[in-house]
């Protein structure tokens, strides 16, 4: 059983950090809130310090403050001496090229230091590498071992992408099952890619569930208000169907809809349907062509659509042209 194209490894699981910044000159170690050449003066998202280990450290609070030169600096000399969470720490600012030039092989070489003592970040960070094989060799298995080490330690990342591992490898249901619970894992710690993966496993009826619409719904719910924009298509489209619980078409466009305005090329099309029929609002062609130019423009076609466009006059197709332009 394979998921959904929408539900894929998380190449880059933690790439909610601040703005890249230019290569900077020489680094300086600063107290307090001076910032160096080339660093931000804001504070770094929030970001769960236990992937740098429990220790409290200057280097690590220096990292929050998004004094990321300094933060490496400080975490350097650690992590020459063999500290695990210095050495993630300098593995997380030279791959994503925080303050400094981005320097993915040299961050393999930290994180492969510290996946060896055992931190579930970096093994997790390193094992995508090693499935990857740009800057390190290529080599499945370690990465398997690795993903699995991550994910029995709680990694949530790690769980969602040891799950998609162990579907590639299924050769029974007993593989699959055992995948599923993986799937949970992270969806219970709140991964909305997890969340709906277990949507799809419950309304399929895999993975050793058995067939569920209600809780499907809930999975659904619960990626949408996460901000998962294929849960919050797939999630409005059920409330508009009654899918899995109460019919809700009101609901259910404003879903769609904000799948649609974040970019969603197909939610986009689905809700010039339901301008078009009146589905959840009221029916305006105008809009409804506005937003299937929109998604048109992005290469999907739609029959239904192609049609209602064709029975547009010149003036309401310019009307609608200039509104599309106007959409997100």
Known sequence: MRLPSAVVLILQATAAFAVEQPQAGVPTIVDGPRVSPGESAEPAPDVDRRRFGTREDIAYGAFQRGLYITALNLALPRARDGDAAAQTLAAEILSRGLGVKRDEAEAAKWYQSAAEQNVPEAQFQYALMLL??????????????????????????????????????????????????????????????????????????????????????????????????????????????????????????????????????????????????????????????????????????????????????EEQRRRAIARANRLP
């Open 132 to 313: 990857d094989g740009r800057y390190v060799g290529k080599d499945p298995d370690q990465a398997f071992a690795l993903m699995e080490e991550a994910a029995n330690s709680g990694n949530r990342y790690a769980q969602f992408n040891f799950a998609q591992l162990l579907l590639d490898r299924a050769r029974s249901a007993d593989d699959e099952k055992r995948a599923a619970e993986y799937f949970e894992m992270a969806a219970n710690s709140g991964l909305a890619d997890a969340q709906f993966a277990m949507a799809q496993l419950r309304a399929n009826g895999s993975g050793g569930r058995d067939q569920d619409l209600a809780a499907a719904r809930r999975w659904l719910e619960l990626a949408a208000r996460a901000n998962f924009d294929t849960a919050q298509l797939e999630y409005g489209t059920w409330l508009v169907e009654g899918r899995g619980g109460k019919l809700d078409e009101p609901t259910g466009f404003q879903w769609i809809q904000r799948a649609a305005q974040s970019g969603n090329v197909a939610a986009q099309s689905r809700l010039a349907k339901l301008h078009y029929l009146g589905l959840g609002t009221a029916p305006d062609t105008e809009l409804a062509s506005a937003w299937y130019i929109l998604a048109r423009r992005a290469g999907l076609a739609d029959p239904m659509l192609e049609d209602m466009l064709e029975g547009l006059s």
